[in-house]
Each structure stands twice: as C-alpha cells, then as structure tokens.
C-alpha cells in the first residue's frame, strides 16, 4: 500500500480546481486485484511470449472503454467477458456499448511498479455531464501493446463491471478494487519468423522475376 498515500496526493492535487467533477483512477497496486502479493493480475495467455499464467512485465498499456449506468451483463454478451488465458476473445470493443476514454490519465503502463501492474498517479476526469455527484458507471479494461488497442497485435481485456466515481475532492476510486483478471494474447515467437522467412522468400522470387 506504499503507493496509495503518494496516489490520494497526486489524485487530489489533479481534480483540485475541478472540485465538481466525478473521476476513477486507472490503478491496482495494493487493491484487491493484487491480492496483497504485488503481483498483478495481467498475465500471458498461452501462446503468448511467456508461459500461461506469468504476469505481464511490460511492454502493454492499460486503458479503459466505459459507459453510463449498469449495464455489464449487456456488454459481456458483447465481448464474451474477460479475454482467457488460453488466448481466445481478443476481440472488438466497436459495438459493444462502451466507449474508448481518451485524454489525460485515460491509459497506465503495466509492469513499472511489479509484474501484471499497472498504476497512474493521476485521475481520469469522467464526462462532465456526470460531475457534481458519484455516479455509477460500466467499464471494460483493455491491455495492449501498440498504439491502441483495436490496431494492436497482442491485446486482451476484462470482463464488464461497475463501479461508482468519485465526487469532487473525495479519495479517487481505483479500478483494481473493482476489475476482474484477464489475459494478453500474441503470436508464438515462431509465428513472426515465419512470417519473416515468407517475405524473404517473396523479396527473392520478385528479384529473379
């Protein structure tokens, strides 16, 4: 819990003149997530550049798609719940009923504070048309390692869950507190040297051509 107090500093100093704002905070060090152990729970599915179950020590970036209200058996009907370790549903978040959260604080690193980590000191500012009060809202995490996650080779995510933002000036809400584990997923090490060794033969054929 070393980090928390550091966090609730930074997290109040972030939303200090934006006292009306509603806010969560993309953060799993410490929280029931981590179980204690500081041992995260991103990990490698099979298939994967690690062996199943080995937490995720970098490279991917966490963020978040959420929705209002409490709408998380809809959504897992979507995406299939979180993404498993033997590697299947990796898929979409485009029509699932949650929307990508950008700007400030909207992603983390993994790994930088432990393996399958992932923390932000900062707090994301949830839409403006929720602010003054907590509010109750939906959210899928995502882990990916390329610019984004739709466009991203290795990627996994959460199931859907709720939780409740914070209210103006009150301790951020941590996402680790709420989400569930899931999975990465990316090609055998193998796949990629074939691939490889395919457009060596294909840049060869094109030559004597």
Known sequence: MKKILVSAILGLAAVASVQAQSYIQLYSYGTSSDNGSHVGNIVYGAGSEGSVGTAVTGGYTVGFY????SVAAAVNTAIGGATTQGGANAGTMVGSGVNLASGANGTALIGVDGPGIYD???VYIIDPSLSAAASTITVVLVAYNGANY????????SAAFTMTTAAGGAFSTLTGNFASGFAVTAPEPSTFALAGLGLASLLIFRRRK
């Open 150 to 157: 739709e466009s991203s080779i290795g990627r996994g995510h």
């Open 120 to 122: 932000n000191g900062s």
């Open 66 to 69: 959420w929705t209002a209200g």
